[in-house]
């Protein structure tokens, strides 16, 4: 049993989980964690980087079979150079990336899961607040068969 599920199974006193959220845009990277201090966290690539704190709220995917996986989550006091670069994103239909991270307060090196990684499907912002939703993963746009049979992979198929 993994350190992170004895956390989540008896929440021992001496224990916290930070989460934290990575926006990678085209231009520049926004790092937040939940919580009132600011955090030096590492990366999956060992790298040591500075998340801000908010107060980030997360609402994860529930683990079904539904087809649409969905994280909502809300980042208030984004300045207005942020809000450009998302609004310029969203409207460019450009790919902006959001990670998902945990951490144990007693390891900061490294998530203590692997992080989740989605696409941003959509956003909005009130004030000084986004809000956000994303997806890691889409099985109702998803191609079955997976391998796609053409005029290359397969030669006897052809349309005349």
């Known amino acids: ?12 006193t001496n224990e916290l989980i930070i989460p934290t959220l990575e926006v990678q845009l085209p231009t520049e990277w926004i790092r937040v964690c ?18 801000q704190a908010c107060s980030l709220s997360i609402t994860l995917p529930s683990k079904n079979a539904t087809g649409v996986q969905t994280l909502n989550f809300g980042v208030p006091g984004m300045d207005g150079q942020t809000q450009r670069h998302v609004d310029v994103a969203l409207e460019e239909d450009i790919e902006v990336k959001l990670i998902y ?17 989605m696409t941003m499907r959509g956003g909005a ?10 997806g890691y993963y889409d099985i109702l746009n998803t191609a079955w068969p997976r391998e796609r049979f053409t005029a290359e992979t397969a030669p006897g198929i052809r349309f005349t």
């Open 34 to 51: 939940c919580g009132f201090e600011d955090q030096y966290l590492g990366l999956e690539t060992s790298e040591m980087v500075w998340f």
């Open 101 to 117: 991270r945990e951490y144990l307060q007693s390891d900061k090196s490294a998530p203590a899961r692997a992080p989740y990684v």
């Open 1 to 12: 049993m993994t350190i992170l599920k004895v956390v989540y199974a008896s929440a021992p």
């Open 125 to 134: 912002f009130v004030g000084d607040d986004g809000e956000f939703q994303a």
